[in-house]
C-alpha cells in the first residue's frame, strides 16, 4: 500500500445528496417561474460553485447560458484571506440581460458585496444571487440572496464543490470536518 496513508481528518454529513439534488430542482423551477420565458445569465464563481451550477443549469428550463468568474476571497485552508480580487473575468457583456450570480456559499458576505458592485457597473438589466449554502450567523456584509438551497449553522463544510486546501469538492454530501 505504500506509505501515502496520512491521517485523514473525519467527514460527518451535514446534508446528503439526495436532499441537495431535491432542493436544486425546487431551485431551477422557481428561478424559471420567476424570469418567465427571458433568457436567464448565470455567473458562476470558480471554484466552489461549478458543481452547484451544472446542477442548477439544468434544473432550470428553458433559455440558460452561464459564464464564469473567479474570485479569489479565501487563502488555501480554513483562514479567510481578507482580501478580494478577481482572477478571471467574464467572457461576455452583462449589458440589459438578467444575471443570476451563483455562489457556493454565504459566509460574511464580503466577496458577494464586492462582486455584485462590481457586475452592477456593466448594466445588466437585474441581478440576483443564488446560494447554495448561507451561514447568516457569520455576515459581515448585508448580503440578501433570493435563491438559497439550505441555511446551515457557523460550521465549516465541504464537499458539492466546496474543499479545504483544494481537497473534497467531488464529494456528493456536504459534511463538516473534523469533528
Ligand atoms: P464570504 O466572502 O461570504 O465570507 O466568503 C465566501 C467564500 O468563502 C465562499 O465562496 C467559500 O469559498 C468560502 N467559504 C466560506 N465558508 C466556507 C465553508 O464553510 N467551507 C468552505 N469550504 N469554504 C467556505
Given amino acids: 500500500m505504500g506509505d501515502s496513508t496520512a491521517a485523514q481528518p473525519s467527514l460527518r454529513v451535514l446534508i446528503p445528496r439526495d436532499r441537495i439534488q431535491a432542493r436544486i430542482e425546487e431551485l431551477g423551477r422557481q428561478i424559471r417561474a420567476d424570469y ?12 466552489g460553485a461549478c458543481i452547484f451550477l451544472s ?5 432550470i428550463p428553458g433559455s440558460v447560458r452561464f459564464d464564469f468568474m473567479g474570485i479569489s476571497s ?3 485552508g480554513k483562514t479567510p484571506s481578507g482580501e478580494v480580487k478577481v482572477t ?9 440581460v438578467d444575471v443570476v450570480i451563483v455562489e457556493d456559499i454565504v459566509d460574511t458576505g464580503v466577496t458577494l458585496t464586492y462582486l455584485t458592485h462590481l457586475l452592477q457597473q456593466r448594466r445588466p438589466r437585474s441581478i440576483q444571487i443564488a446560494a447554495l449554502l448561507d451561514k ?7 448580503v440578501h440572496a433570493k435563491y438559497v438551497g439550505f ?27 473534523g469533528d
Avoid at 36 to 47: E, N, S, T
Avoid at 88 to 96: A, F, P, R, T
Avoid at 136 to 142: A, E
Avoid at 156 to 163: A, I, P, R, S, T
Fill in 88 to 96: 478571471k473575468d467574464l467572457d461576455v457583456s452583462l449589458e440589459g
Fill in 151 to 177: 441555511t446551515i449553522p457557523d460550521e465549516f463544510v465541504v464537499g458539492f464543490g466546496l474543499d479545504f486546501a483544494e481537497d473534497y469538492r467531488n464529494l456528493s454530501d456536504i459534511c463538516v470536518v
Fill in 136 to 142: 447568516p450567523s457569520r455576515r459581515l456584509r448585508p
Fill in 36 to 47: 418567465g420565458d427571458k433568457p436567464i445569465y448565470l455567473i458562476a464563481i470558480l471554484k
Fill in 55 to 59: 446542477d442548477l443549469a439544468r434544473a
Fill in 74 to 76: 479565501y487563502g488555501r
